[in-house]
């Protein structure tokens, strides 16, 4: 019986996706200082609690990755002293990719120290923009895939991770720690942000052919320590206690760097089926259609607003103000957020069978069915609902990825509310 009740067609759709300008700005890790410490041999951190700097010290002075935003440089500033070294001493500034959580503050720290800025050739043009929330910051020297970054015996290899920016660069460099060569990887970003569109970009076209060359190159390099522009790539809050606690270096992770490209690579292909599904679901149809109404035709007009105003939230309108009680014909609209459902009084109508009443049993004849409402929390929904007096239709069930129960309203309609149990 569950599946044939699963043969549901959703009239409507409600989106539960946040609307962007709700997405965090960043976290409270974004600006948080923490102590900086070494990551080993010539590699220290020098970022916030999220947002990661790294210094590589050399005899010749230091290489800086990263600058997060022009607010957090005192709290970089303060951790390179802290570790003994000086501000003054940065040579060379280089980014994980052009957005302003790691380069907003180049220009600063070039301006400071007299550093040289080198970017990635396809970066280069944002991070020279004078936009708003853009470093605007001279490029002294432009790099390419492989380019070598060198400094006082110290060598840094920059790696074209495109996709999250045309420019993301993943940074490789071998680090000497107590008589071992580790390999170091510091991950661009392997992230599609909320947003981002990977199916017909006008103004990034080979977006999607990008981010597959990423992880494919991500996948072929040869890791001991996992690092990235953000400490929540590899779990830096985790590792960071382990560190001070001494014992194994807790950032020589190959298996979570592996195991972190892999859950990254299937979040890329889940948003990029989901992408390219909906960009072929008008194929061959030269128009686009919107969800617009469902209509019931209703005993009294009345009760029913009365009914979807107090147990779902609706507002009701009766379409030129008060009825006539004579009329042989009432309209109403109920509206709530972009949900719309037309009423209609008809003098003479026959009532609702009562088989049409039992969802179970209604999908033995064929037609419009059951119209149905998205909803968070499916059990506390039901237990309100209840409350008031709702009929419940059909008990919630329980379903891997969703859970739904129906309800009646007040004319015996079904109407099933769901609850998707993934995120998105
Ligand atoms: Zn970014
Ligand atoms: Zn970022």
Redesign the pocket.
Known sequence: MRATVRIAVFLISISVLLPLAARAQGNADFHRAIPSFKIAGNLYYVGTADLAVYLVTTPQGNILINSDYKQDIPTIRKSIEDLGFKYADTKIILI??A?G??DEGVGVIKSDTGAKLMVMDADVASVESTAQGRPGAKVDRVLHDRDAVELGGAKLTARLTPG??PG?TTWTMQVADGGRTLNAVIVG?P?V?PGYILVNNKNYPQIAGDYVKTFALLKSLPVDLFLG?HGAYFNLKEKLPKMTAGGANPFIDSDGYKAYVAEREQAFEKELAKQSADAHAGNGVGFDIAWNHVALSVPNIAESIAWYEKMLGFKGTVRGGQPNPNARQIVADLRRGDITIELFQVAGAAPLPDSRKNPSEDFRTHGVKHFGFEVKNLPAVLAELKAKGVQIALDMRDAPTERFAFISDNAGNAIELIEHKAAR
Do not use: E, F, L, M
């Open positions: 994980s990719h957005h959580d790691h999250h920016t993301c970003s992230n942000n522009a």
